[in-house]
């Protein structure tokens, strides 16, 4: 099993930022691929930003270049950076994870998932 806690949500102003974390714990390792992803009121569940554990990196076309993913294998922690945050990034976030290395890069059907952080943002 593995455990996942995002942190990090909140309140903010359009044009603002903010940092969402997520730690991991259990029987995750580098061996399994972790992203954030998103859901917002009325709309199916979307990949913001995913690794594979190994550096490979893919985020969704409407946050490059305003949103960072990062991963500490050691800390087992998942940070995502956003700025330029707009309406439009309002949703609830969850980090999830799965054993299978490619899936976060290609699916929302992961195995773990995280409890989710609101982030909404004001215009």
């Known amino acids: 099993q593995v455990q996942l806690v995002e942190s990090g949500g909140g309140s903010v102003q359009a044009g603002g930022s903010l940092t969402l974390s997520c730690e991991a714990s259990g029987d995750y390792n580098r061996d399994y691929c972790i992203g954030w992803f998103r859901q917002a009121p009325g709309k199916e569940r979307e990949r913001v930003a995913s690794s594979d554990g190994y550096g490979s990196v893919k985020y969704e076309d409407s946050v490059w270049g305003r949103f960072t993913i990062s991963l500490d294998n050691t800390k087992k922690t998942l940070t995502l950076q956003m700025h330029s945050l707009t309406p439009e990034d309002t949703a609830m976030y969850y980090c999830?994870?799965?054993?299978?290395?490619?899936?976060?890069?290609?699916?929302?059907?992961?195995?773990?998932w995280g409890q989710g952080t609101q982030v909404a943002v004001s215009s």
């Open positions: 999830a994870a799965d054993p299978r290395s490619w899936r976060c890069h290609t699916t929302t059907d992961l195995t773990y």
